[in-house]
């Protein structure tokens, strides 16, 4: 079941290896891999959250709030790029033995499409994010983007 405490693992300073399709749809595109940082702070005695992942090989930032609905014990995790400037659709979902998924609608390069979000490996000193998008309305996923986060050097946990 999930709880406004779900992601209580992930406040503070963490290492992150990027690895990202070059298209996002294209499942024989390439794949670059790069470095950043990710900040993430409590909000609500814990029950929201927000972080900072600073991109520099992309001159880009990105900002999640996440937003714990104590009536339907979901997540809605909202994304804000610094490039676009705009907020993106929310997902929505939940954690269930130890894997959190959230799911939503957008739009990708004039093409609708279904977006899947999963944090999964999460422990004190590592965790793993990674998206997939589905032009066919779950049926299948492409996964475009992951992060593996590694606590930062001399960072305490939560």
Do not use: I
């Amino acid at each position: 079941m999930s709880s406004p405490h779900d992601f209580d693992f992930f406040h503070g300073d963490w290492e992150v290896r990027h690895r990202r399709r070059t298209d996002f749809l294209d499942p024989d595109s390439d794949w670059t891999e790069f470095t950043g940082t990710s900040r993430c702070r409590p909000l609500f005695d814990g029950a929201a959250n927000l972080d900072e992942v600073d991109m520099p090989v992309l001159s880009a930032k990105g900002a999640t709030l996440r937003l714990f609905d104590p009536e339907t014990e979901r997540w809605s995790l909202n994304w804000a790029s610094s490039v676009t400037g705009t907020l993106f659709p929310p997902v929505f979902g939940r954690f269930e033995g130890g894997r959190g998924e959230f799911q939503g609608d957008d739009a990708y390069d004039s093409k609708d499409v279904r977006v899947r979000f999963v944090w999964s490996g999460v422990s004190a000193t590592s965790a793993r994010w990674e998206q997939a998008f589905s032009v066919d309305g779950g049926e299948t996923w492409l996964t475009n983007w992951t992060m593996d986060f590694t606590r930062a050097s001399g960072t305490p946990a939560g």
